[in-house]
Structure formats: structure tokens, C-alpha cells
């Protein structure tokens, strides 16, 4: 049982592995701001990071990939083999496949893209300590690539029926549209989209817009 398990009151320690200054001051702003968590440690390098994870009894690692000495992959990989209770999740411009795929393999159980708003990251690390997997909606559409190729999107799973307003909605999830542009492009209310929304996550089983666009993909109602 983890220590987190154990006393669920507990703060979240996390170390956050970011070279880019502006960015590592953002999300430690973000982190320290909020009651739950606190900064278990703050690392511009991959060296920086290794120590920290050899050292430090954390729950979260919040990483780059592209550090200056290295990549967070390898970060990864130790936090799985040295602490195998705690989450990590990447925060990178990087989103090819094979990075992708490495990352996950490594450990990540989160996977966001750098362009994602404040609100957005909050949101995901809350959904990742809650047992989730939250990912951008480009790299959902890695995966669901990636699935194709093995030949199993869509196999032996009946599909819900979304309707064509829900559909229309779905798509411009998966596109990142706002729920303002949403409401705008499709010409009805904000309150109307997150009623479509909320019908669309609950028929998909998902909790989020990236889980709604991997299931719809993964169960053959679009094609990326």
C-alpha cells in the first residue's frame, strides 16, 4: 500500500523537470498555489531530476522531454523502477509517434502538449491522482493511430449512438475548439454545447475530451 493510500489527506509531493524558465516558473506557481500539492523539488536538467527521484519520496514527476543533458524518458524509467507507486506525466511540444509511444511504455500515465491552458493542466494532474489518463487530443489521436495499425480499433464493440448535433460537437472537440467557438461555428448556446457535451462524454464513458475522442476514434464513429 502506498504512503498516499495509507493517508489520502497527505500532500502530493511533486518534482517538476523543466528547462525552459518561463514555463518551470508557470507551473511551479501552479503547484505551489494549490493546497494539496507541494514542490518536492524543481529541476532544470536530467541529472538534476535522476538525483531528486534517487532521493525524494514523491507521488508525482511532471516532466519535459527535451532537457538540456538528456531526456525525461530516462527520468521515467527510474520514478518506475525506484518508485513504483508514484504518477508521472509529460508536458512537451514533442508528439511524434515513437516519443510518444516510448513515454508511455517508460511509465507516463499522463501525456499533455505544452500549448495546453492553465485551467487544462490543473484539470489533468487532478484527473491523473484520481487513477485517470489524461491526454491531448493530438496525442489521443497518436494512439488511436497506432491501434489502427495493430488492428484493433473498433473490434467486437458495439458503438452508442450519438446524434448528428452530438457528432458535430464531437468533432470540434477533437479539432480543440473552445466551448465559445463551439457555440459559435454550430450557431447555439455555451449551455447548449456542455449539455451535448455532458451527453456525449456519459454515452463514451469518458471523462474528459481527450478519453471522448479516443473512444469515439477507437470505436470506429470518426476517422482522424
Not at 519520496?57 to 538540456?68: A, E, F, G, V, Y
Request: charged content about 30%; some cysteine; proline content about 4%.
Amino acid at each position: 500500500m502506498s504512503e498516499r493510500q495509507r493517508d489520502p489527506d497527505r500532500r502530493i509531493r511533486v518534482v517538476l523537470a523543466e528547462d525552459d524558465e518561463p514555463v518551470r516558473q508557470r507551473l511551479a506557481q501552479m503547484i505551489e498555489g494549490w493546497p494539496r500539492m507541494e514542490l518536492a523539488g524543481v529541476c532544470e536538467t536530467l541529472a538534476e531530476t535522476l538525483v531528486t527521484i534517487e532521493t525524494q519520496s514523491i507521488d508525482l514527476l511532471i516532466t519535459d522531454l527535451k532537457l538540456p543533458d538528456g531526456n525525461g524518458i530516462e527520468a521515467i524509467r527510474l520514478l518506475s523502477r525506484r518508485q513504483p507507486d508514484a504518477q508521472a506525466m509529460v508536458i512537451s511540444v514533442l508528439a511524434d509517434e515513437r516519443t510518444v509511444l516510448d513515454a508511455i511504455e517508460a511509465g507516463a500515465t499522463g501525456y499533455l502538449l505544452k500549448d495546453a491552458d492553465p485551467p487544462d493542466l490543473r484539470d489533468a494532474i487532478a484527473d491523473l491522482m484520481a487513477g485517470r489518463s489524461p491526454i491531448s487530443s493530438s496525442i489521443a489521436r497518436v494512439l488511436v493511430r497506432r491501434l489502427s495499425k495493430d488492428g484493433k480499433v473498433g473490434q467486437s464493440v458495439e458503438a452508442p449512438s450519438l446524434t448528428a448535433r452530438e457528432m458535430d460537437v464531437l468533432w470540434g472537440i477533437a479539432k480543440g475548439f473552445t466551448y465559445g467557438e463551439l457555440a459559435e461555428r454550430l450557431g447555439i448556446s455555451h449551455q447548449t454545447v456542455s449539455v451535448h457535451i455532458r451527453n456525449i462524454y456519459r454515452k463514451l464513458q469518458a471523462s474528459n475530451r481527450s478519453e471522448a475522442v479516443y473512444e469515439a476514434t477507437r470505436l470506429g464513429l470518426m476517422r482522424l
